[in-house]
Each structure stands twice: as structure tokens, then as C-alpha cells.
């Protein structure tokens, strides 16, 4: 089993250039996020997942987009990247059992550490 | 919108020493969970929490969670090196998807 895969594992991209930050599970979970991770600091969700076509804003979703067209894919789309956007992405995850309030494990991928310059 | 606040947010511990870390949440959470994130990788799920006043041992790890549901701590016992990461808590409340704390950074001297 892959479990999370995240595709590239580096990149450096320059002011105002647009990439695609490819995520995909095959785990069959239902529910899927993006994390962004800076230096030292936790983890802030961008967007989230709870279902194929469904997806959500996190805390920090300025200058990103996502969609969920399959169950295993959630790509991250920066349109204009910008310095502030140079984090480690790491998308994510879990089943969720409809109904039940309770998420369940979540699996990381290895992340994409993206610099803008 | 919810918060969830970690401390300390470094910890610097002599091998055999215990550490704790403590998490705090703004509202009540549904149920906690606990990541370990090692230097350089992706956080890796230890436990999760459900139950008021639960507490779970893992080996030298102990967690717990507060009778309020709003608090959690994770302990460990005797660190070894191979404790060196960066410990998370995690919880959701409205929002469906998992909120994480700000995390404890631990160093362990040999």
C-alpha cells in the first residue's frame, strides 16, 4: 500500500508563477486536507475534503484553490505564488463514518517543500 | 474561530528525564489525538482520545484527557533519543476537519 502520495517533493518557483501540488490516497478515505507547515511553526489547514466533489475552506486559504473530482485525488493549485507561500505542504487523510462525529486516524504524505523566490 | 494552544513550544530534556507537554483547547473538543512528528519528516498518528478523564499508556507514553474535554497532556517517562520530534495535539469541533496545536519541540541529550 502507497498510502498518501505527494508529488514533487521540491520545488522552487519564482514570484507569480502557478504550480499544481498533486496529493492522491488509495486507502479509499473519504475525508482529505491540505496542511501548510513554516519553519518551526504546527500545522494550518488550507482546505479540506469530505468527499468527492465537497470540498471546504481551512484557516488559511488565501491564494489556493483545490478540487475533489475522485475519492483518491485532491490536487492544490497555487495560482500567483508569492515569498509568503514558501512552506513544507503536506496533504492528508482519514475515514470519517458518516453520521459519527469522530474523525479517525489520519495518514500524511512525505510532503512538498516549496520555496518562492 | 477554535484554538488549540500547545506548551511548552520547546523542551530541552537530559536522556532519563521525564517531559510533558499540555494542550489546550478554546472550545470543547469531541475527541483529541496525538501526532509525532520526527526532524525532517511528516507527523505519524500515536493515539487518539474520546472519553472524559481518559488515559491511555503507550509504553513510557501516557495521555490524557480532561474531564472538560477542552485539555489534554501527553507524558513521558525516562526520554530516550529516539523521543527527539516535535509533538502535536489535534482536535476538531465545528469545522469537520482536524485543527492542530502549535506543538512541543523535544531535544533530548544523550
Known amino acids: 500500500n502507497a498510502g498518501v502520495t505527494q508529488t514533487p517533493k521540491f520545488r522552487i518557483l519564482k514570484i507569480g508563477q502557478s504550480m499544481t501540488l498533486q496529493c492522491a490516497q488509495d486507502m479509499n478515505h473519504n475525508y482529505m486536507y491540505w496542511y501548510r507547515q513554516d519553519p518551526g511553526m504546527g500545522l494550518k489547514l488550507i482546505y479540506y475534503s469530505v468527499g468527492a466533489g465537497i470540498t471546504d475552506k481551512g484557516e488559511v486559504p488565501n491564494g489556493y484553490n483545490v478540487s475533489r473530482s475522485t475519492t483518491e485525488d485532491f490536487p492544490l493549485r497555487l495560482e500567483l505564488a508569492a515569498p509568503s507561500q514558501t512552506s513544507v505542504y503536506f496533504c492528508?487523510?482519514?475515514?470519517?463514518?458518516?453520521?459519527?462525529?469522530?474523525?479517525?486516524?489520519?495518514?500524511f504524505g512525505q510532503g512538498t517543500r516549496l520555496t518562492v523566490v | 474561530g477554535q484554538q488549540v494552544m500547545q506548551i511548552p513550544q520547546y523542551q530541552h530534556v537530559q536522556e532519563g528525564e521525564d517531559f510533558t507537554t499540555y494542550c489546550n483547547s478554546s472550545?470543547?473538543?469531541?475527541?483529541i489525538q496525538w501526532y509525532k512528528q520526527r526532524p525532517g519528516g511528516h507527523p505519524v498518528f500515536l493515539i487518539q482520545l474520546v472519553k472524559s478523564g481518559e488515559v491511555k499508556k503507550q509504553k513510557r507514553l501516557t495521555f490524557q484527557f480532561g474531564e472538560a474535554k477542552k485539555n489534554s497532556s501527553l507524558h513521558i517517562t525516562a526520554t530516550q533519543t529516539t523521543d527527539v520530534g516535535t509533538y502535536f495535539c489535534?482536535?476538531?469541533?465545528?469545522?469537520?476537519?482536524?485543527?492542530f496545536g502549535s506543538g512541543t519541540r523535544l531535544q533530548v541529550q544523550p
Open positions: 472550545t470543547t473538543l469531541s475527541n
Open positions: 492528508a487523510s482519514s475515514y470519517h463514518l458518516l453520521g459519527q462525529s469522530l474523525n479517525t486516524e489520519a495518514f
Open positions: 489535534a482536535g476538531n469541533t465545528g469545522r469537520r476537519a482536524l485543527t
